[in-house]
């Protein structure tokens, strides 16, 4: 005999969490499965432990900079005392989860899922059935196929480090890879260097943004990235050292030795365990069919949301948006399909690349003919000079017809505030000369965003 509920969540994050209130609040009996911590990687082995370590770091790159407003001394990381905070804030949050879960009435069954049939679960020796299923299991680390692979590190242990690193190779120069990269060159690591295959890093970013983002991190804090740089093994060394066997971009064999080598190559969606096909569900290369509103396509009873959904962008607050959509269209059989156009992200490198919407490249590509305000210099601006910043940059599409703005990419200046505006303009149609018209308060970031428009 199974457990019956109207709506079985597999997975405890983001937009697990968002789809199992949401179906509660409006009456189904919900049913959350968790192999693991409540939360899920953002609140654990992601978001939340990382922007500890970046507000860390960023407070000693103010210190440093401050030098040149009069501010004496230096200021350091104590990684040890660091590694405290981030266990402070981090370790409470899964059972400050689970019991809010409880709280809206949501069932938490520990461990882990798989497919009976097209509406059936098992759980260890638990039986589930649901008239839907939102399979909400988010993403791991993207398997290294090397001799050695065993040595590279993944993102969640760099988080947990006991001590940093003299040298650090990253294999992939990703959102993550950047990230951490600076946290730690500014936390005393003498050398990192990112390895990506690519032809350029982040290639989904504007490639002027990350062109200045790359030269900032290699003059400031000589932060390396090698572009076409395939690693082919990874070999023990002397002192527990890595040695990384890869050919440069001309095909020439090359070779780094590091204390740490950590897997920057991507995540994948975590869908391999589940068994779907018994739900009659046919998974090609981590991707699943999917209607518009995120339904299975074989079968529609499931749903396939956050960074289980190879086909969305893995932020959490997406994913907490996107899980409250799919339970309300589940509920009230609706299929509202989800508007991706305006989502603003951010990479958390020091200083903050922000951006949303078209890049030059997509826009050419759509066939959308825009003008591009683009202003790399705002370095030498007098607001930016009173925070002694060392790179700022701003390049904002407008659609050359209508005046909006369709895409936006800003570094440093209130970049991780200003592109909210810029996203929630683009939302409303709000015209890029109506914005610039704001009249802002006066000195901050925003009052400057009428001179990028």
Request: glycine residues 10%; charged residues 20%.
């Amino acid at each position: 005999m199974s457990d019956a509920f109207d709506l079985v969540v597999i997975g405890g994050g983001n937009a697990g969490q968002a789809a199992a209130r949401t179906a509660r609040a409006a009456g189904w009996s919900v049913a959350i499965v968790e192999r693991d911590l409540v939360g899920g990687t953002c609140p654990n082995r992601g978001c939340v432990p990382k922007k500890v370590l970046v507000a860390a770091a960023s407070v000693v790159d103010q210190v440093r900079r401050a030098h040149g407003h009069g501010v004496v001394g230096e200021a350091r990381l104590d990684w040890a005392a660091l590694q405290a905070a981030r266990h402070a804030i981090v370790d409470p949050l899964p059972d400050a989860m689970a019991k809010d879960l409880a709280e809206h009435g949501v069932t938490l069954v520990r461990g882990s899922a798989r497919f009976a049939g097209r509406g059936a679960l098992v759980v260890g020796d638990r039986a589930l059935s649901a008239r839907a299923v939102v399979i909400a299991t988010g993403s791991a680390p993207r398997a290294l196929a090397m001799p050695g692979a065993e040595r590279a590190v993944t993102s969640a242990d760099v988080l947990a480090l006991p001590r940093v690193p003299r040298t650090a190779v990253f294999i992939g120069a990703g959102v993550v890879a950047f990230e951490l990269a600076h946290v730690l060159a500014r936390a005393g690591c003498e050398r990192v260097v990112l390895l990506e295959p690519g032809v350029r890093p982040l290639p989904r970013s504007d490639r002027d943004a990350i062109a200045a983002l790359v030269a900032y991190g290699a003059s400031t804090l000589g932060i390396t990235v090698e572009t076409g740089a395939h690693v082919t093994a990874l070999a023990a060394a002397a002192g527990d050292e890595t040695v990384v066997h890869y050919t440069t971009a001309t095909g020439a064999a090359a070779r780094i030795t590091a204390a740490l080598v950590v897997n920057g190559a991507g995540r994948v969606p975590q869908l391999a365990d589940l068994d779907l096909a018994r739900a009659g569900i046919t998974v090609t290369r981590d991707h699943v069919a999917l209607a518009p509103d995120l339904r299975c396509t074989e079968n529609p009873d499931v749903v396939i949301v956050g960074d289980a959904n190879a086909d969305l962008p893995q932020l959490s607050p997406l994913a907490t948006s996107l899980g409250t959509l799919v339970a309300e269209n589940l509920v009230h059989a609706r299929h509202t399909a989800p508007d991706l156009r305006t989502v603003a992200s951010c990479v958390f490198s020091i200083p903050t690349l922000a951006q949303v919407g078209l890049t030059e490249e997509q826009a050419a590509a759509q066939g959308v003919a825009v003008a591009a305000k683009f202003t790399p210099g705002m370095a030498s601006w007098i607001s930016s000079r009173t925070h002694h910043e060392e790179l700022a940059f701003a390049k904002v599409l407008i659609a050359a017809d209508t005046g909006l703005v369709v895409g936006a990419h800003l570094i440093g200046h209130g970049a991780e505030g200003n592109i909210h505006l810029l996203a929630l303009a683009m939302r409303h149609g709000i015209r890029a000369a109506d914005l610039a018209a704001l009249d802002a308060a006066y000195p901050t970031d925003a009052a400057d965003l009428r001179y990028l428009l």
